[in-house]
C-alpha cells in the first residue's frame, strides 16, 4: 500500500446516515488510519432532484459525532459543475462522447424489436442507437451525453475483499450516461472527476456499488486518470433479508449522544468483522479498530 493514501467517504444527502452507511463510513475512515492516511468526506449532492435541504451538513454532524471528520475541507459536487464540463469536452474531442436523443421508452421498444429485452429488475442494455458510426441523432434533438465504451470493452481488476473481478461492460452496461437529459451531471462522471482532482487513491464502499467499478475505470482510462485501488465492504441487511437502503425506508442514524453513537459504533464493527470493544469513549473504541483492521 502506497504510503500517500488517501481515501474518502462520499454519501449522497437524499436522506440522514443509516447503520448501513456507517459501515461504509467507518470502513473508510479505518482504511485510511490504519494506512497513516488522509480521509476526505465529499458530498455527492448532484443529483438536485433527490438530495434534501440540509441534508449535507446533518450527515457531517453524525459523522463528527461518531468520531469521523473530514481531513481536507468538505468537497460538494454541486459547486463542481465546470469540472464535470471540461472532462465532458475532453471526450467528445477525442470521439468517445456523443450526444444521445433517445429515452428510456425508446429504448425499451428498439430492445424488443431486437429481441434484447432485459429480463424483471435488471437495468436494460443500450444498443448503441445514436452511436456516430449508427446514424447518430439523424435529425433528432439530443436529450443526453453516453460514453462510447468500445475502446475499453473487457475490464478486469481486483477488489481488496471480492478478489479477482471482471466484466465487459459493453454487454453488462453499454454506453452509459455521462450528462442527464434533465441537465444533471451522471453519476459515474461527476466521481472519477472528483476522485481524481482530490488525488484519490483507494475508495472503500459497499458492495452494492462494486458494479459501478468497471464503468469507473472505464473512465479513467479514457481521461487519463490514474486507476485506483477498490474494496467493497459487506452490505447490512433489513429483515427481509434486501439491502438496508434509504428508499426502503431504513431508519436515521441515532448518535445524539456519545453512548448512542458507540451503541452505532459497536453495530457497524460487527458488520465488518471487527471484535466488540469494550471501550467506554468513541476514540477510545475507534483507535481499537483502527490496531484490528491494520493487521488484518
Request: proline share 5%.
Amino acid at each position: 500500500m502506497a504510503s500517500a493514501y488517501r481515501g474518502r467517504f462520499a454519501p449522497s444527502p437524499t436522506g440522514p446516515l443509516h447503520a448501513g452507511s456507517l459501515v461504509a463510513a467507518l470502513a473508510s475512515w479505518l482504511d485510511a488510519r490504519a494506512h497513516h492516511g488522509t480521509w476526505l468526506v465529499r458530498i455527492e449532492d448532484i443529483d438536485t432532484v433527490r438530495c434534501q435541504a440540509g441534508m449535507g451538513e446533518r450527515i457531517l454532524a453524525q459523522l463528527a459525532a461518531c468520531g469521523m471528520v473530514s481531513d481536507e475541507p468538505v468537497w460538494w459536487q454541486s459547486q463542481r459543475a465546470a469540472a464535470y464540463g471540461t472532462a465532458l469536452a475532453q471526450l467528445v474531442s477525442v470521439g468517445l462522447a456523443y450526444p444521445c436523443a433517445c429515452s428510456r421508452r425508446a429504448i425499451e421498444v428498439e430492445l424488443q424489436v431486437l429481441g434484447q429485452e432485459p429480463e424483471r429488475g435488471q437495468t436494460p442494455v443500450y444498443p448503441g442507437t445514436c452511436r456516430p458510426d449508427h446514424g447518430g441523432l439523424d435529425g433528432r434533438t439530443a436529450r443526453a451525453w453516453r460514453m462510447d465504451i468500445r475502446p475499453h470493452t473487457e475490464l478486469a481488476w481486483n477488489d481488496r475483499r471480492l478478489g479477482a473481478q471482471a466484466q465487459n461492460v459493453e454487454q453488462a452496461v453499454g454506453d452509459f450516461v455521462l450528462k442527464r437529459a434533465d441537465g444533471l451531471w451522471a453519476y459515474q462522471l461527476a466521481v472519477v472527476v472528483d476522485d481524481a482532482a482530490q488525488g484519490i487513491t483507494d475508495v472503500v464502499r459497499g458492495e452494492d456499488l462494486a458494479d459501478n467499478t468497471p464503468r469507473q475505470r472505464v473512465l479513467q482510462t479514457a481521461l487519463g486518470l490514474p486507476l485506483l485501488r477498490y474494496l467493497h465492504t459487506p452490505l447490512v441487511l433489513d429483515a427481509d433479508g434486501d439491502k438496508l437502503s434509504k428508499n426502503k425506508g431504513a431508519a436515521a442514524l441515532v448518535c445524539d449522544t456519545p453512548t448512542q453513537a458507540l451503541v452505532a459504533l459497536q453495530a457497524a464493527a460487527q458488520a465488518l468483522g471487527l471484535p466488540r470493544s469494550d471501550a467506554l469513549t468513541v476514540g477510545e473504541a475507534l483507535a481499537e479498530w483502527v490496531r484490528a483492521w491494520g493487521a488484518r
